[in-house]
């Protein structure tokens, strides 16, 4: 898959399950970070999170790994699509 | 032992939204009855992540949490505690969360509906909204948990324990719920649905900071009358307005007004006049009645409370709730009249 | 403020019915977490809990909660030999989460497939505030009447509120508790938020990974001091102070430096006019979970010092039991005075080097301890800190 289509893919989660806008998921981009706290971010906190990885996991059919430190994959729709992507690429 | 004195409140209902001058001015004005909050209610008292993330029960009690405090003038960084009362929680989040389950397995769970099961969500969501950090406590009861609340939160302040405290209470209407009532056999009474809580202080602490006193709540008291679970019981004596007169220094015939719980549940409501005639004969003071004009839900203590104190400085009022089941609150309140004040109450029931 | 002593006690948890059957699993280092029975666990990475074994009693037409309160209720009562008229008079504060929902979930699972459910759903039943309306009616007590909702910590806040009575004068005796069963929403949903281990949990372990659901009831009688020593009942324990903050920090998450839980801690010793210095043990809110733990040491650290006091966690044996957990653990620290035993802490191999204290592992430790603390931090940051002192 294309970045572009997993971006997609991502907003209809974050309409359907983080119940966000869609005029607002129209206007994310590539570069705009994710984790609350940080400048035009979503502002997506840790349960967020956990409720992204499970949608994720389910549209992709991909495994996160919860022991690992996911965090640096999270930061932005750009870094969260390279990393489903590559996952989804070896599963 | 500090005296408890009401320094703000903020309401969210369908008939009234706003702080004391909107609940004066909706006492003054009569009519009703309007039982469901309109959508515009909300309208910038939550912000953006608030509206995504937020259940509709918990955004009421935030926003309603919200005007109490401007209210009372009371900025975050407080020593604020909160004891919010509610009967049924987030009904519909729950609903939702097993909905889920039932219609795509474990996969189709949200985390993020699982919090708002528990019935303490909505203090959860209010402490976080406003900062509140001192005790904060979820009161569940069926019918009196506003009034339950806003008792339980006076002797905490009149004991020192906490300094200041947002007290009282929401409930949603859910057309569900409504429907498992109905179907369960559930008595049928006027319910509302909205959010109302009281800012109370110790006098010495609302004084020292120039707060507007509008009330002051001189006895509170909750006690249980025999009754079978859910029932209405024979047993008029009351310890709970014994006990709250007593506090308050007050005798039967020394009351202006009584506010009562009457809902539309006919025994229930018998019940009630049964146990004010029986503690505060020959006295008869006129009563009041809230529910016919916004339903029945845990914001309306807060509302009685405001509107007791609001009414007539010149005479403490007493605000009754009993519920089935035989839970049972009594409080005295005793208005502060600011300039210009006037009463509210003037029309009959 | 007058003082408060505890004198009766009552007990259902994983172990079986009654106090003793509590303390002999407790004290032995038991792990009553086993695969569920109650509830479907398919499609579930964890699929165990701690189940309170047959033999509950009660009328099977109340919910499983409702049994659990009563019977637990009642040892208490019997234990504190209260009389008719004090039970009248004497307050009852009740800790609950899921009341009877386990009841209501079997019925509108029914309903969802479609299918007309075998019994009436009943709404007063259902809710937290049945179990005070089924105890108070049962058992005569008509006094000051609550249900607390503070999620975890809820059996921890209902002995909190109900020393307050008695410290203000309000009644002299009280029938305090907490009471939880096991339901579908509560296991499916830490299930979600993926905080349950698949194995029995591990508190203050290094390799901990989350979790055990369990339930039960426990109830204490408490009196006011004086008026215990007048009718020579037998007195377990002083409720010496206690402490009730909120982190309002976030919905499910603690604050990362356990900043809550430090002033609950301090308010329960300044309340009791304690040093740190005095107390010996604490029973830790211990869930197992990465965070908790941590946190929890570091606050208990910052509070009491390194090293100086013994933990452990009762979870490691009957899992979290919810709303029962501030209650059951209450019990569990009173007898660790009164039976000059500090109860271990189950399945416990390897220390985390990050928790600075001796967590007392798999075998119980005799130790004649002066005061204890039993902490619950619920979810949403509801912190309390209950402080006992021994009669």
Same mark, same amino acid.
């Given at each position: ?91 | ?206 004084? +020292? $900071?120039? @707060?507007? =006193?509008?009330?002051?709540?001189? *006895?509170?008291?909750?006690? !249980? #009358?025999?009754? /079978?679970?859910? %029932? ?81 400085? +010149? $005479?403490? @009022?007493? =605000?009754?709730?009993?519920?089935? *089941?035989?839970?049972?609150? !009594? #409080?005295?309140? /005793?208005?502060? %009249? ?12 | ?391």
């Amino acid at each position: 898959m294309d970045p572009k289509e997993i971006l997609d893919e991502l907003k209809a989660i974050l309409v359907a399950r983080l119940k966000f806008d869609p005029c607002r998921a129209g206007d994310m981009a590539l570069e705009t970070p994710l984790p609350k706290g940080i400048e035009g971010s979503i502002g997506l906190d840790s349960l967020d999170f956990i409720e992204l990885s499970i949608a994720i996991e389910e549209r992709f059919g991909i495994v996160m790994d919860e022991s690992q430190d996911l965090t640096a994959h999270f930061r932005s729709f750009e870094t969260l699509c390279r990393f489903i992507a590559r996952k989804a690429e070896a599963a | 032992m500090a005296r408890v004195v009401v320094t703000g409140v903020g309401v969210v209902t369908g008939a009234v939204t706003g702080g004391r001058e909107r609940v004066r001015a909706f006492l003054l004005s009569g009519g009703g009855p309007a039982l469901s909050v309109p959508g515009s209610a909300l309208q910038g008292l939550v912000d953006e992540t608030e509206t995504r993330r937020l259940s509709r029960v918990c955004q009421l009690s935030v926003a309603a949490a919200r005007i109490a405090l401007a209210d009372a003038g009371l900025g975050p960084g407080a020593g604020l505690g909160l004891v919010l009362g509610a009967e049924f929680g987030d009904v519909r989040s729950t609903r939702e969360f097993v909905d889920g389950y039932l219609g795509r397995g474990p996969a189709g769970l949200s985390p993020l509906l699982f919090p708002n099961t528990v019935m303490n969500t909505m203090a959860a969501a209010t402490a976080i909204a406003v900062t509140a950090r001192e005790l904060s406590l979820t009161l569940n009861a069926p019918t009196v948990a506003g009034e339950l609340a806003i008792a339980r939160a006076a002797a905490a302040v009149r004991s020192g324990r906490v300094a200041a405290v947002l007290a009282g209470g929401v409930d949603e209407i859910d057309p569900f719920l409504a429907e498992l009532l109905a179907e369960a056999g559930a008595v049928r009474e006027t319910r509302g649905e909205g959010a109302g809580f009281v800012v109370l202080e110790s006098r010495d602490g609302a004084e +020292a $900071r120039g @707060a507007r =006193v509008f009330g002051e709540i001189t *006895g509170a008291a909750w006690r !249980a #009358l025999r009754a /079978r679970p859910y %029932g209405v019981g024979h047993d008029s004596g009351s310890r709970a307005l014994a006990a709250a007169l007593h506090e308050a220094g007050v005798a039967p015939n020394d009351l202006g007004r009584v506010w009562i719980s009457a809902s539309g549940d006919g025994p229930r409501d018998r019940w009630e006049q049964a146990i004010l005639e029986k503690a505060l004969q020959p006295a008869r003071p006129p009563q009041t009645a809230l529910v016919p004009r916004v339903g029945r839900h845990s914001g309306l203590g807060a509302l009685a409370v405001a509107a007791a104190a609001l009414d007539d400085a +010149a $005479r403490p @009022a007493l =605000v009754h709730a009993i519920a089935r *089941g035989g839970t049972h609150v !009594a #409080l005295v309140v /005793r208005g502060q %009249g600011e300039p210009g004040s006037q009463r509210v109450s003037g029309h009959p029931q | 403020m007058r003082p408060v002593a505890v004198t009766g006690l009552g007990v259902v948890s994983p172990f079986g019915t009654g106090v003793k059957a509590y303390w002999n699993g407790l004290s032995a280092g038991v792990c009553a977490i086993r695969p569920a029975t109650l509830v479907d666990t398919e499609g579930f990475r964890c699929r165990i809990a701690a189940e309170v074994p047959d033999g509950i009693g009660g009328s099977p037409r109340r919910s499983r909660a409702d049994r659990l309160a009563l019977a637990a209720a009642r040892e208490a009562l019997e234990d504190a030999g209260l009389s008719r008229d004090e039970r009248v008079e004497a307050a009852l504060v009740v800790g609950a989460v899921g009341g009877g929902m386990l009841e209501a979930e079997a019925w509108y699972w029914e309903r969802f497939r479609g299918r007309r459910p075998a019994s009436r759903l009943a709404p007063g039943a259902t809710l937290p505030f049945a179990h005070v309306e089924a105890l108070g009616n049962a058992l005569g007590l008509e006094g000051p009447r609550e249900t607390l909702v503070t999620a975890c910590s809820s059996g921890a806040a209902s002995l909190a509120l109900a020393a307050d009575l008695i410290a203000d004068g309000v009644v002299s005796a009280a029938l305090a508790g907490g009471v939880d069963a096991l339901t579908r929403v509560c296991f499916m949903g830490f299930n979600a938020l993926k905080l349950l281990s698949a194995e029995p949990c591990r508190p203050f372990d290094r390799d901990r990974r989350g979790m055990s659901i369990g339930e039960g009831a426990a109830f204490v009688v408490l009196e006011d001091l004086e008026r215990a020593r007048a009718r020579d009942v037998r007195i377990y324990a002083a409720l010496a102070g206690h402490g009730m903050t909120t982190d309002a920090y976030h919905v499910t998450s603690p604050h990362p430096e356990g900043e809550g839980m430090v002033r609950a801690m301090k308010a329960a010793l300044a309340r009791g006019r304690i040093a740190p210095a005095a107390v010996g043990y604490a029973n830790a809110h211990g869930t197992a979970t990465p965070q908790n733990d941590r946190i929890e040491a570091r606050a208990i650290r910052e509070v009491f010092g390194a090293e100086r006091l013994l933990i452990s966690s009762t979870k490691s044996m009957i899992g979290h039991t919810m709303a029962a957990a501030g209650a059951l653990e209450a019990v569990a620290t009173v007898l660790t005075l009164v039976h000059e035993v500090v109860p271990p802490t189950a399945g416990l191999d390897t220390p985390d080097p990050d928790v600075a204290f001796d967590c007392v592992p798999r075998v119980a430790r005799e130790a004649a301890v002066e005061y204890a603390i039993s902490n619950s931090f619920g979810f949403g940051g509801q912190n309390v800190t209950l402080l006992f002192g021994r009669a």
